[in-house]
């Protein structure tokens, strides 16, 4: 039996949260970055399921061809967002994680293919199979006989979701602040509640629960991210050291970066169009490095890059890499500025950071004073 006033309140409380903390969002937005996207994206699903989720249950049995229409348009959103947010969710984790564009191009390829089937599966029951929900000639909604396939896909996103944290952490990657199972575990909650027990609405009061504490919690790691450029800065590079220390972690080559001639493009630009450069010069990092990479600016108009690679040659060619995209940078910008690095490499020894440091630090100086040599 259907309980109208739970459902309002559960829903409305949630719709109400998931507003609230969308528009407290946006109101104080500071980056553009991929996880802030995709994570607004998720609130704005949630939000619609939650209302088509409501109208699904109140114009339940209710006769009339109006009625029949929207009962398998409500139903059908509301049952395809489950599957939405968790693609996200994978993608949104992924991300924050790695901060790695190529990992996320091919990733979301691999993660579309659970939502793609969910949607076929959802396409076949709009032709009035059955396959997922049916809506009787009464305007009765029914369950399907493959509709436990929509909760096996939801649960596919939160299991990859965790494996990617846990796989992370295992990579010596900082996640120990990231809240994967302050999301999961409330969801999971109410996604099997609701699964079980026809009538009650728990999924998305859950879901909303789960993303007001995700965020606190993500205002706690944001502390290690620079604000300028979204990549990782110099606190969490003190961690990542401390963690290649400990775990004694061979075949990590170190590149700091230093732009070249940073103080002549604020001075005849301004500081706006300075900050502009670094902007372009960490997305190009960014795009530079591969899926066991990580970039980080330390301060100012310096960058490392901490890499697991094999061999010099590994080093060298990401090297070249990096110098091939900044070239392809000048060619292409219509920004007044063109950019140029010197960098320093050095391998980890598997025993001293400071030694680790010293060696690039050096190795970019000598890069620096041949710089010098050469204009």
């Known amino acids: 039996m259907i309980n109208i006033p739970e459902i309002l309140v559960a829903n409305g409380t949630g719709a109400i949260l998931v507003l609230f903390l969308l528009l407290y969002r946006i109101r104080i937005a ?19 399921a939650t209302i088509n989720e409501t109208l699904s249950f109140i114009i339940d049995a209710r006769p009339g061809f109006i009625f029949y229409i929207l009962q398998y348009i ?7 967002s489950s599957g939405i947010i968790g693609y996200c969710w994978c993608l949104f984790v992924e991300y924050h994680i790695h901060r790695n564009f190529k990992r ?24 009035g199979t059955g396959i997922i929900f049916d809506i009787s000639k009464q305007n009765k909604y029914t369950r399907g006989p493959v509709n436990f396939l929509l909760y096996i896909i939801v649960f596919i996103y939160y299991i990859e979701s ?11 990657i900082l996640v120990e602040f990231f809240p994967i199972y302050y999301f999961i575990i409330p969801c999971m909650i109410g996604t099997m509640i609701q699964g079980f027990f026809f009538g009650i609405s728990t999924i998305w ?8 504490i995700v965020y ?13 450029s979204g990549l990782y800065n110099r606190k969490f590079m003190n961690h990542y050291l401390n963690k290649l220390q400990n775990d004694k972690i061979k075949h990590v080559y ?25 902007i372009q010069f960490g997305r190009i990092l960014q795009h530079s490095i591969d899926k066991d990479s ?12 901490f890499a697991n690679l094999q061999s010099d040659d590994d080093a060298l060619a990401l090297k070249k890499r990096i110098e091939y995209n900044i070239r392809q940078f000048n060619i292409k910008t219509d920004e007044p500025f063109h950019l140029s690095f010197s960098i320093g490499i050095a391998k980890y020894n598997g025993n001293s950071i400071d030694f680790f440091l010293s060696a690039m630090d050096d190795s970019m100086y000598e890069a620096k004073k041949m710089h010098h040599l050469m204009q």
């Open 30 to 48: 500071q980056t553009n970055q991929f996880d802030e996207k995709a994570y607004n994206f998720m609130l704005i699903v949630t939000f619609i």
């Open 205 to 212: 009061l859950c879901v909303a629960i789960a993303f007001i």
């Open 162 to 172: 965790i494996y990617t944290v846990q796989k992370a952490k295992n990579d010596s």
């Open 104 to 127: 996320i191009k091919k990733k979301s390829k691999i993660l579309a293919i659970p939502l793609i089937i969910a949607m076929i599966l959802l396409i076949i029951n709009l032709c």
């Open 254 to 278: 170190g590149f700091l970066l230093d732009i070249n001639e940073f103080k002549s493009i604020n001075d005849t630009y301004g500081h706006i169009t300075g900050d502009h450069a670094l």
């Open 294 to 305: 990580v970039a980080i600016r330390m301060g100012g108009d310096e960058f490392v890059v």
């Open 74 to 80: 409500s139903n059908t959103i509301a049952s395809a």
């Open 216 to 228: 606190i919690e993500i205002q706690i790691s944001i502390s290690f991210i620079d604000d300028l």
